[in-house]
């Protein structure tokens, strides 16, 4: 074989890829898996694709009350991807979202147990807050201390706090379990409402929409024009670079875990206070995790996880419509769900790198292969 011969397929990074121009891919990548989802439906069931398509959006869109579901689902995958937004971008891989939330709520949950008929109601829910937002800053700074110290694996440190917060939980949950035996709390001071958020009008799930609307133009904010965000910025793109320029990158490593940690505060204070008025280990839905995906595909904008938040709410909510409505394997759902994220995935190698197919008997260009070369 000739030595300069080239190869057939040669990839290349893109540089010029703009966010309407990504979406857009994104968006194609959905089509087509709509279009596979639609053959393996038909054959798997026997069912018309269109139909469950439809169902899909029923069992998102159907009625007001399912709009307000969806509106409040999408709100607090948010919320804990906001929270894991500013480690990921400083490239500390906070894996314990999950963790965080439940010691949130616990913390919210003790405080209506502990003080819901002893004090005032405002009194309550100002302790609600700062508790619940406090101790999960707390959880959250402790593997960022190791890491700035002993520079231990935050990945593994930030996964096994998961696990002990669950067992703090399902001992909690023991402890405060009504009535002796049953293994759960129920809803917390039912007949007082006592430490229950406030409700704006008819609507139950307002508030902590709005609370989140608000979190996600300020960590915009945050992230694109103060000081931190830059910093971060710079600490995750090289420690020695931003030591070099006169940034404490410890100070920032535990500063930024602080401010994550006590966002997934947050949104235990909503969960327990705001919506479910109670506590479990299950409380936090899998949402720890399930944000990672969704920082990632929107690249950490806050602006564009709310796409990526609603897209994946969206899948999950219509999933689980389509097995209630057809009497299928919730697994079923789950597949459809999987194949269009996996197209989803698959398309984020389009947005960034360039496949150059040469044409046979030709070469690629000199500027070809000097993109091929810097892959």
Same mark, same amino acid.
């Given at each position: 074989?000739?030595?300069?011969?080239?190869?057939?397929?040669?990839?290349?990074?893109?540089?010029?890829?703009?966010?309407?121009?990504?979406?857009?891919?994104?968006?194609?990548?959905?089509?087509?898996?709509?279009?596979?989802?639609? $053959?393996?439906?038909?054959?798997?069931?026997?069912?018309?694709?269109?139909?469950?398509?439809?169902?899909?959006?029923?069992?998102?869109?159907?009625?007001?009350?399912?709009?307000?579901?969806?509106?409040?689902?999408?709100?607090?995958?948010?919320?804990?991807?906001?929270?894991?937004?500013?480690?990921?971008?400083?490239?500390?891989?906070?894996?314990?979202?999950?963790?965080?939330?439940?010691?949130?709520?616990?913390?919210?949950?003790?405080?209506?147990?502990?003080?819901?008929?002893?004090?005032?109601?405002?009194?309550?829910?100002?302790?609600?807050?700062?508790?619940?937002?406090?101790?999960?800053?707390?959880?959250?700074?402790?593997?960022?201390?190791?890491?700035?110290?002993?520079?231990?694996?935050?990945?593994?440190?930030?996964?096994?706090?998961?696990?002990?917060?669950?067992?703090?939980?399902?001992?909690?949950?023991?402890?405060?379990? $009504?009535?002796?035996?049953?293994?759960?709390?129920?809803?917390?001071?039912?007949?007082?409402?006592?430490?229950?958020?406030?409700?704006?009008?008819?609507?139950?799930?307002?508030?902590?929409?709005?609370?989140?609307?608000?979190?996600?133009?300020?960590?915009?904010?945050?992230?694109?024009?103060?000081?931190?965000?830059? /910093?971060?910025?710079?600490?995750?793109?090289?420690?020695?670079?931003?030591?070099?320029?006169?940034?404490?990158?410890?100070?920032?490593?535990?500063?930024?875990?602080?401010?994550?940690?006590?966002?997934?505060?947050?949104?235990?204070?909503?969960?327990?206070?705001?919506?479910?008025?109670?506590?479990?280990?299950?409380?936090?839905?899998?949402?720890?995790?399930?944000?990672?995906?969704?920082?990632?595909?929107?690249?950490?904008?806050?602006?564009?996880?709310?796409?990526?938040?609603?897209?994946?709410?969206?899948?999950?909510?219509?999933?689980?419509?389509?097995?209630?409505?057809?009497?299928?394997?919730?697994?079923?759902?789950?597949?459809?769900?999987?194949?269009?994220?996996?197209?989803?995935?698959?398309? /984020?190698?389009?947005?960034?790198?360039?496949?150059?197919?040469?044409?046979?008997?030709?070469?690629?260009? /000199?500027? /070809?292969?000097?993109?091929?070369?810097?892959?």
């Amino acid at each position: 074989m000739h030595k300069d011969r080239e190869p057939l397929v040669r990839i290349s990074k893109r540089t010029d890829v703009g966010f309407g121009k990504s979406w857009g891919i994104r968006i194609i990548a959905i089509i087509i898996a709509l279009v596979v989802c639609g $053959v393996i439906t038909t054959m798997l069931t026997g069912l018309n694709p269109i139909s469950v398509y439809k169902t899909m959006f029923t069992g998102a869109f159907g009625t007001p009350r399912k709009l307000w579901i969806l509106g409040q689902e999408i709100a607090m995958l948010l919320c804990v991807s906001l929270a894991l937004t500013p480690a990921f971008k400083m490239k500390f891989w906070n894996l314990g979202g999950e963790g965080q939330i439940l010691i949130g709520g616990l913390a919210a949950a003790a405080c209506m147990i502990l003080f819901g008929d002893k004090i005032p109601n405002g009194v309550l829910i100002l302790m609600m807050i700062v508790a619940s937002i406090g101790a999960a800053a707390i959880w959250a700074v402790i593997p960022a201390i190791f890491k700035a110290r002993w520079n231990t694996n935050e990945t593994l440190f930030t996964l096994m706090m998961n696990y002990v917060a669950t067992q703090l939980v399902a001992y909690f949950v023991i402890f405060w379990e $009504v009535p002796k035996g049953s293994g759960k709390i129920g809803i917390i001071n039912q007949n007082t409402e006592a430490g229950w958020l406030p409700q704006i009008g008819p609507y139950k799930y307002l508030l902590n929409i709005l609370i989140i609307a608000i979190l996600t133009v300020a960590m915009y904010v945050y992230l694109k024009y103060s000081k931190h965000g830059y /910093e971060l910025t710079v600490v995750g793109e090289s420690q020695n670079t931003a030591r070099y320029v006169g940034i404490k990158v410890e100070k920032v490593i535990i500063r930024t875990m602080l401010l994550s940690g006590a966002i997934c505060g947050l949104a235990g204070l909503l969960l327990v206070g705001g919506t479910d008025h109670t506590i479990t280990t299950t409380i936090a839905g899998g949402r720890g995790f399930t944000a990672v995906m969704v920082a990632w595909l929107a690249k950490f904008n806050p602006i564009g996880m709310v796409l990526s938040s609603f897209l994946l709410v969206f899948l999950g909510r219509g999933a689980s419509e389509i097995s209630t409505i057809y009497g299928l394997n919730h697994s079923f759902g789950d597949i459809l769900t999987g194949i269009i994220l996996f197209f989803i995935i698959g398309s /984020e190698f389009f947005i960034n790198y360039r496949l150059h197919i040469r044409k046979a008997g030709s070469a690629l260009s /000199e500027s /070809e292969r000097k993109e091929g070369q810097n892959v």
